[in-house]
């Protein structure tokens, strides 16, 4: 299988396992789950567009139902200079995003400005020393 590397986002802890939450509401979030996956709390399932063409499941429940939200900010190095990981593709490789210097995101083949900031797609083999910081939401 695919190497999976930890992504930047919120997780939810539901019934003993992590769940990435896609997107959510006031009261209620979206888990990235299998529809085989047992949800009983979920009150809506289906499919959400997730880049190349690909479509990814999800469960609606109430945040209620949540043990914990989990805010996950994973970073990593390319050719010395931090990156945030910001998601894996369908396919493998990595969005990074990166704030710094216009010569250090050109060297990594970053698109972007100094203003919005840097971001592309890079191989896993071209991270290194991931760091993974989580906080619990109260």
Do not use: C
């Given at each position: 299988?695919?190497?999976?590397?930890?992504?930047?986002?919120?997780?939810?802890?539901?019934?003993?396992?992590?769940?990435?939450?896609?997107?959510?509401?006031?009261?209620?979030?979206?888990?990235?789950?299998?529809?085989?996956?047992?949800?009983?709390?979920?009150?809506?399932?289906?499919?959400?567009?997730?880049?190349?063409?690909?479509?990814?499941?999800?469960?609606?429940?109430?945040?209620?139902?949540?043990?914990?939200?989990?805010?996950?900010?994973?970073?990593?190095?390319?050719?010395?200079?931090?990156?945030?990981?910001?998601?894996?593709?369908?396919?493998?490789?990595?969005?990074?995003?990166?704030?710094?210097?216009?010569?250090?995101?050109?060297e990594m083949g970053l698109t972007g400005d100094q203003y919005m900031g840097?971001?592309?797609?890079?191989?896993?083999?071209?991270?290194?020393?991931?760091?993974?910081?989580?906080?619990?939401?109260?």
């Amino acid at each position: 299988g695919e190497l999976m590397v930890p992504v930047t986002g919120a997780v939810a802890e539901y019934r003993g396992q992590r769940y990435r939450i896609l997107f959510g509401g006031d009261d209620w979030v979206a888990l990235d789950a299998d529809p085989a996956t047992d949800i009983p709390d979920a009150f809506a399932r289906g499919e959400s567009p997730r880049g190349q063409g690909q479509l990814g499941p999800w469960a609606k429940l109430p945040i209620s139902a949540l043990d914990g939200v989990i805010d996950v900010v994973v970073s990593g190095a390319i050719a010395g200079h931090r990156v945030s990981v910001v998601r894996q593709l369908p396919d493998g490789r990595i969005n990074v995003g990166f704030v710094g210097d216009p010569a250090a995101a050109s060297e990594m083949g970053l698109t972007g400005d100094q203003y919005m900031g840097w971001t592309g797609v890079v191989s896993p083999d071209d991270l290194t020393d991931i760091h993974v910081e989580e906080t619990r939401r109260a």
